[in-house]
């Protein structure tokens, strides 16, 4: 059960980088904590797999910024939404978030003197299940194609007669 379920995970990931190299995130971040300092811009998406992420006041990310785990402090400005899969944001005194936030799991907790333009949305929503129900139902095709693959090329390869010798198998006179 656990190899199964470590596989999935595995593959889950598989498709959220899949769906982080198509949407054009300029950088991803894995491992330890991540700062990005006053004076800083990323151009583009901000994409944190396992990091404790801080964005520093005068900061830029010109794009989104998904998060998979951990903590999320924001002092700067995002020009577009945060998505955080499970973990913690804290929009702080003097930050500017130009979209929506998403919290899947954890905690949110907004300052005075912050500012979201968009709404926040906490738990899950009816986009997040249907994505994360489409990421199952992806992580569960992938191996169903490859039996079904695996079973007609070896039935195939049964039903082929052997032939006269000198002429290729399958083939008679």
């Known amino acids: 059960m656990l190899r199964s379920t470590?596989?999935?995970?595995?593959?889950?990931?598989?498709?959220?980088?899949?769906?982080?190299?198509?949407?054009?995130?300029?950088?991803?971040?894995?491992g330890?904590?991540?700062?990005?300092?006053?004076g800083q811009r990323v151009?583009?998406?901000l994409?944190?797999?396992s990091s404790n992420a801080d964005l520093l006041?005068?900061?830029?990310?010109?794009?989104?910024?998904i998060q998979l785990c951990?903590?999320?402090t924001v002092r700067g400005q995002v020009n577009d939404g945060i998505f955080m899969l499970a973990g913690n944001v804290m929009v702080e005194t003097g930050a500017q978030i130009d979209n929506d936030i998403t919290l899947v799991t954890g905690n949110f907790t907004q300052l005075p003197g912050s500012q979201i333009v968009?709404?926040?949305?906490?738990?899950?929503?009816?986009?997040?299940?249907?994505?994360?129900?489409?990421?199952?139902l992806l992580s569960l095709a992938v191996p169903i194609a490859?039996?079904?693959?695996i079973v007609f090329a070896a039935f195939r390869l049964l039903q082929r007669k052997p032939g006269p010798p000198g002429l290729p198998q399958g083939k008679t006179s």
Not at 32 to 38: A, K, V
Not at 146 to 149: E, G, M, R
């Open 6 to 30: 470590v596989r999935y995970h595995f593959v889950f990931l598989g498709i959220i980088l899949l769906m982080i190299g198509l949407s054009g995130c300029s950088q991803v971040v894995t």
């Open 32 to 38: 330890g904590n991540y700062t990005l300092g006053s």
């Open 43 to 45: 151009d583009g998406s």
């Open 47 to 49: 994409f944190i797999l």
């Open 57 to 65: 006041e005068g900061s830029l990310v010109t794009g989104s910024v």
């Open 70 to 72: 951990c903590n999320l």
């Open 118 to 136: 968009g709404q926040v949305s906490e738990g899950l929503t009816g986009g997040v299940l249907l994505i994360l129900a489409l990421a199952a």
């Open 146 to 149: 490859l039996v079904f693959a």
